[in-house]
């Protein structure tokens, strides 16, 4: 295990009487990075996360979390942690319940006051702090368990479905909590099954099945750096778009719809120049794989998130 890992584990393994819940998990995250756990449903998400917490022993294997065996108290101290279905104290107000999360990370109160206003007032709670948790509708409570996952500043954290329940501007706002925490120095590891969510905040994804990572992929360059490009053309003779060989590995058209897969990057003004000489060029963009793409072909298609 590395020690610049935040999250390193090695033939992870519970089971559960004969059913078996995580299969033999190796895995590492990096310090500093937002990483995505994808896999499809009873793939062992949930369960890996509890081990890495310490609220569930492992049947066999080891992980370790910020250089420390999972479940460790002075780790759990610089952990924020928002799970799937949380049961928050319903008959607490947003601030008593904030300032209770405050004592459980042994947080000076004057500390934990100056925290819960800046969280409470960046996630739009402002106004709701003084009503009790059964009031919240299901976005505003998403909203204040990231807030108690944010307190005590960590080091490293786990969001199970951060954006569950959140309107399209909750969403955007959790995003751009996760960068922030990223930009501040903190490791974010998050699952979710809104790939489009993950897509677009983190810089590592692993594939889950079974318990086991079937790879892991870097989504920028996986995302962003690909050379594949689609256009609309029309008039076009076939003949001709052999000129296109030896700057494109392959050429597909169907109808009006070219593919390509350019050679390098340096092909593409090239290529964007001899399509405009020898049809109609109506558009030219990027053909980049998605990650719903990325998972089903991983993953397989039989596999629902």
């Not at 310090?31 to 995505?36: D, K, L, P, S, Y």
């Not at 420390?68 to 799970?83: N, S, Y």
């Not at 699952?191 to 810089?203: A, F, G, K, W, Y």
């Not at 360059?221 to 689609?230: D, E, F, K, P, Q």
Request: hydrophobic share 40%.
């Amino acid at each position: 295990m590395t020690p610049e890992a935040a999250v390193a584990a090695r033939n992870l393994r519970k089971t559960y009487g004969g059913r078996i819940a995580v299969g033999g998990l190796t895995l590492e995250v990096r310090r500093g990075e937002v990483f995505g756990f994808l896999g499809p449903n009873g793939a062992g998400k949930s369960t890996s996360l509890k081990m890495f917490l310490g609220l569930v022993r492992p049947t066999s294997g080891t992980a370790e979390i910020l250089g420390r065996p999972a479940g460790d108290i002075e780790v759990r101290r610089r952990i924020g942690f928002l799970p799937e279905q949380f049961r928050f104290h319903d008959w607490l107000t947003a601030d008593e319940f904030l300032a209770f999360h405050g004592m459980l990370y042994s947080l000076p109160p004057e500390v934990v006051r100056k925290r819960a206003d800046g969280l409470l007032e960046r996630l739009g709670l402002e106004t709701h702090r003084g009503k009790r948790l059964r009031e919240y509708s299901k976005g505003m409570l998403q909203r204040i368990g990231l807030a108690q996952a944010l307190l005590c500043t960590p080091d490293l954290i786990f969001l199970d479905e951060p954006t569950s329940g959140l309107d399209p501007g909750g969403r955007r706002l959790a995003r751009d909590l996760i960068l922030e925490q990223r930009r501040r120095g903190a490791t974010v590891f998050v699952s979710s099954h809104l790939l489009s969510e993950i897509e677009v905040t983190c810089d590592r994804v692993a594939f889950l099945k079974h318990g086991t990572v079937l790879k892991y992929v870097d989504l920028e360059a996986a995302l962003h750096s690909s050379v594949g490009l689609r256009a609309t053309v029309g008039n076009v003779d076939r003949e001709r778009l052999a000129s296109l060989n030896g700057l494109a590995n392959f050429v597909s058209l169907e109808g009006d719809q070219l593919t390509l897969q350019a050679r390098d990057q340096t092909c593409v003004p090239e290529i964007a120049r001899r399509l405009s000489e020898q049809c109609d060029l109506y558009s030219l963009a990027p053909n980049r794989p998605s990650l719903e793409e990325m998972f089903l072909d991983i993953v397989g298609p039989e596999a629902g998130l």
